[in-house]
């Protein structure tokens, strides 16, 4: 949202909180006034009657629906006759009345309470109130307005911007002979003696050579209707420059002016067109391009787990064209690079590929089975393709990078769900593999400092081997090597020229660093005869057999070499797993080999135990962020950013790091969560004197605002529309899905095993009975005295080892199961009454599972106070619910 409309919501909610102040007098006015009548009224018949009176005279209205003022009269009136309305009848009707004008004074106070909150919210939103993320931060997350974070530059910043500097600012000499000769070695063999048809080799490379010639299809969308179509030119329309607008807001790159100025630009037909012709100018010279006269800004962002990214900071129309130049040749590099793994170059094989004798004696005994598509080998395949194959590359030019990571977003390809799925996808195939085959190894590793210190020299020799013209070559150069200053230095910086590296959130970055990382990827896919690198930007995972990981590492280790690379030692680890109920491959007789790198395998604040098979919270790394936290917090001016440092530290942040609950994961996994949180929160209010947030918190009420200590639970934990302050209760998800998560998720894998032994012997046993028999197929293949397709009538059935060696091409069972340990935990909801479903709707209040959750812990306590007259904390028109939102929804960036 626009600084303008921030303004203007502000305005709006003085006047508000005018017309609340207004109200709430004139109501306690009006309120002592009849309650004054009615003390002074001679017998309870009169006392109600001065109250009916009074709701009339001032417009009062009574929020239970089972009592109505109407009837009330009628019943007055009767009693004044009739004694058998008695006097006991009448106090209760007074009781209820009293306690309405309770309700809605009460109902004012917490309005009056949170318009208070919020005004010291605009008014102390600190001098940095924010951490700023991306995406290239698996530990990272986003905070809103309101956090007063550290202004004092801390020893990290300056030792992390020493480390940059090195990096960034001096020239990495790679040889470029030796890329292309290691280039060669892995591609050649793609590179068969054909005389007509293409080799997928040179068609990737042919089509690199097309990208950008101004011939080729333009796919663009009609917003309004959702309509595609395609166009046969590269240029910039007012269209597709809004495209652009949207995709340079959401990098996040610029400062929130710029921001602000490109938001209010997409509204300007006019200087859109002139804008235009500028850039359209800037693609028919490419030669010509030139950051310009000034240097480049740079700006130091710090995130949630302690590291400092550098962003730049370029003018409108340059991060303009560098989007639209980097989403098309982004977008054709994802297309040229999936063409290529479906040319027939890339392999595909499971641990155990099935021999072609297998196959026929399979298939003799059990028709269509070596046939099916449900195995695990297809799922595997496809989940590697679709979820993690060039994954940070968009598949059309209208879709944009997140680089937030940790944003709650629904779409199963948005970066924290990518990364959630890679931690159930691997704990599954640990569950599987050691099933199946008692072991499994796992390799992690990232390429150390990886955006900063990618060689100029590697990118371009991998480009050129790609076939890209040599006209872009000499812009990409420019676009990596501008004239840059720390905006931090002042006036005076010192002007430097990066010579390494690539800058942060740009599109046009990912496209040059996933060139080079295809590479490796096709590298290890080659080396290891059909494996596959399970990358997260410049994140690495493989497992499987320890062979097939050895091959893999040293895949890894030579790529990095090439490249002039190096593999962090402290992200790098290796995890042999055994069967807990296997004696085949018992741990004392297996050390982990020699050939594979030491260190643990870690996954956000999880460490994998490999004696226990399972993911452990690191405690260690938890209280380091504990007593961050506690520093972040304390610096908080006002009590809704406050609220807001907690939502984003411990709801978002901390329950990201400890992986979501999923089957594959089970119910400890839940109960670990849980006894954390209770560790966080113990830890970080002991030295307060409090037990949990909620009492932090009403102390900070009392201690700023005179309140006591009747503050609702309610007023906390409910949201904003509903007059609470939305603190998110980190414990609901984890006890949410803890019933649903079981407790041993192997015997999922158990029970496929043992689904395919029913199996096995019920077709035996028909064999066995001469019910099964059937004519040898015919076999069309070659013939081979090792591999015969022969198979004699009255030959033994298969054996069960036979039947089950190649599960993953044949299982059906195996696969659902296997698909069954990825689902994330069953989220069991809370029984609710359906009256409430139609006032959440009323107050346009979310009532999603946590939400419901929410409204029924401490809803009690909002009904038996307010006398059931619903959820509403405060008279909901006066709230400032738009400003609130408005507020929540910036980012607002920590800068040292």
């Not at 030119?233 to 652009?244: G, M, S």
């Not at 008279?875 to 408005?886: M, T």
Request: net charge negative; charged share 25%; aromatic share 10%.
């Amino acid at each position: 949202m626009a600084s303008a409309s921030i303004s203007t919501l502000q305005h709006v909610t003085e006047r508000k909180l005018e017309k609340l102040a207004a109200g709430q007098r004139k109501f306690e006015t009006d309120r002592n006034t009849i309650l004054a009548k009615v003390v002074a009224a001679p017998d309870v018949r009169d006392k109600l009657q001065e109250l009916l009176d009074g709701f009339e005279l001032h417009n009062i209205n009574v929020p239970d629906p089972d009592l109505s003022l109407a009837n009330l009269g009628r019943f007055v009136k009767q009693a004044k006759h009739d004694p058998s309305v008695s006097p006991a009848l009448m106090r209760g009707w007074q009781t209820k009345l009293e306690h309405a004008l309770d309700t809605k004074a009460s109902k004012y106070e917490y309005a009056s309470l949170f318009g208070k909150l919020v005004t010291e919210w605009v008014k102390n939103p600190g001098p940095a109130a924010a951490t700023q993320v991306s995406a290239s931060d698996s530990d990272s997350e986003s905070i809103s307005p309101g956090e007063r974070f550290d202004k004092v530059g801390r020893a990290e910043l300056y030792e992390q911007r020493k480390q940059w500097e090195a990096h960034a600012f001096n020239e990495k000499h790679v040889d470029q002979t030796k890329v292309e000769e290691y280039l060669w070695d892995i591609f050649g063999t793609t590179q068969q003696a054909k005389k007509v048809k293409e080799t997928p080799l040179q068609n990737l490379q042919e089509s690199m050579k097309k990208v950008m010639d101004f011939k080729s299809e333009l796919r663009s969308v009609d917003y309004s209707t959702d309509q595609e179509w395609v166009t046969e030119t590269h240029r910039f329309d007012t269209t597709n420059l809004k495209a652009c607008i949207r995709g340079v807001i959401k990098s996040d790159l610029m400062s929130a002016e710029k921001r602000d100025g490109l938001k209010d630009l997409l509204n300007q037909q006019v200087v859109l067109r002139e804008l235009v012709d500028v850039l359209n100018m800037d693609l028919d010279s490419l030669d010509s391009w030139e950051w310009g006269s000034e240097p480049v800004p740079l700006h130091l962002r710090r995130q949630l787990n302690g590291k400092y990214r550098v962003y730049m900071d370029e003018e409108t129309h340059q991060a303009l064209f560098l989007h639209f130049a980097g989403q098309i040749w982004a977008v054709a590099m994802k297309k040229a690079f999936v063409a290529f793994y479906h040319s027939g170059a890339w392999l595909q094989a499971p641990h155990r590929a099935m021999t072609k004798k297998a196959r026929h004696r399979r298939e003799y005994f059990d028709p269509g089975s070596t046939k099916r598509s449900n195995t695990v080998r297809n799922k595997r395949r496809d989940t590697y393709q679709t979820d993690y194959f060039m994954m940070q590359l968009p598949d059309k030019l209208d879709s944009h990078v997140d680089y937030d990571i940790d944003a709650q977003q629904e779409d199963v390809k948005s970066p924290m769900a990518t990364k959630q799925g890679l931690l159930r996808l691997l704990t599954t195939e640990i569950l599987l593999n050691t099933k199946l085959y008692g072991e499994c190894t796992v390799v992690q590793s990232d390429f150390k400092w990886f955006g900063p210190s990618l060689s100029h020299d590697a990118i371009f020799a991998v480009l050129r081997f790609f076939g890209v013209p040599e006209k872009w070559l000499r812009l990409f150069r420019k676009v990596l090597e501008p004239r840059v200053v720390f905006a931090q230095d002042g006036p005076n910086a010192a002007v430097h020229v990066r010579k390494c590296g690539v800058p942060m959130s740009h599109v046009l970055s990912d496209a040059l660093s996933e060139a080079v990382l295809f590479c490796l990827d096709f590298a290890v896919n080659k080396r290891t005869g059909g494996a596959n690198i399970y990358r997260f930007h410049d994140d690495l995972w493989f497992w499987g057999q320890e062979d097939t990981c050895i091959r893999a590492w040293n895949a890894c280790t030579g790529f990095a070499s090439v490249m002039g690379l190096e593999l962090n030692e402290e992200k790098t680890g290796t995890a042999l797993v055994f069967d807990k109920g296997s004696t085949a491959h018992p741990l004392s007789t297996s050390p982990l080999a020699d050939s594979l790198p030491q260190g643990k395998i870690k996954w956000g604040f999880l460490v994998f135990d490999p004696s226990a098979g399972r993911w452990l919270i690191d405690r260690a790394q938890v209280d380091v962020h504990i007593e961050e936290l506690r520093c972040q917090l304390s610096a908080c001016r006002s009590v809704m950013g406050w609220v807001q440092a907690w939502n984003s530290y411990l709801d978002r942040f901390f329950n990201t790091n400890f992986g979501q609950p999923a089957v594959c994961l089970g119910r400890a996994h839940n109960d670990m969560i849980i006894e954390t949180f209770q560790h966080i929160q113990q830890t970080l209010f002991e030295k307060n004197g409090t037990a949990n947030v909620t009492d932090h918190l009403r102390n900070m009420l009392t201690e700023r605002f005179g309140t006591d200590d009747s503050v609702p639970d309610a007023f906390f934990y409910f949201p904003p529309v509903l007059g609470g302050l939305g603190l998110r209760n980190p414990f609901v998800r984890a006890f949410r899905t803890r019933d649903s998560s079981p407790k041993e998720p192997g015997d999922y894998i158990v029970r496929a095993i043992e689904e395919d032994y029913d199996d096995w012997a019920t077709l035996k046993e028909r064999w066995d009975a001469g019910k099964g028999r059937l004519p040898t197929p015919k076999y069309t293949g070659p013939a081979s005295n090792n591999e015969s397709p022969d198979a004699d009538a009255d030959e033994p059935f298969l054996t069960y080892e036979e039947y089950t060696m190649y599960r993953e091409e044949t299982s059906e069972y195996l696969q659902k199961e296997y698909l069954a340990l990825m689902e994330l935990s069953r989220e069991d909801g809370v029984e609710i009454n359906r009256d409430i479903y139609q006032e959440l709707s009323v107050l346009d209040a979310e009532d999603d599972g946590y939400w419901l959750w929410i409204y029924k812990l401490y809803g009690s306590e909002i009904r038996e106070r307010f006398g059931g007259s619903g959820l509403q904390l405060g008279e909901h028109e006066l709230l400032p619910i738009g400003l609130v939102d408005a507020l929540r929804s910036q980012k607002v960036r920590l800068e040292g």
